[in-house]
């Protein structure tokens, strides 16, 4: 259901998210999906 260019990269921001208390993974994820527009636009800005 996922493009795997997609996948992989759900996985590796999976990897950065883990290690991170739970407040701080929120915020780190919410800083970064607000300088998009769209989630496919989060990803393609993602360099994997």
Do not use: H, S
């Not at 993974?25 to 919410?30: G, P, R």
């Amino acid at each position: 259901l996922v493009p795997p260019d997609i996948l992989k990269k759900m996985y590796v921001l999976r990897r950065i998210l883990n290690p991170m208390g739970t407040v701080d993974a929120i915020e780190f994820l919410l800083g970064k999906l607000r300088e998009t527009k769209v989630n496919a636009e989060f990803f393609e800005k993602m360099n994997t």
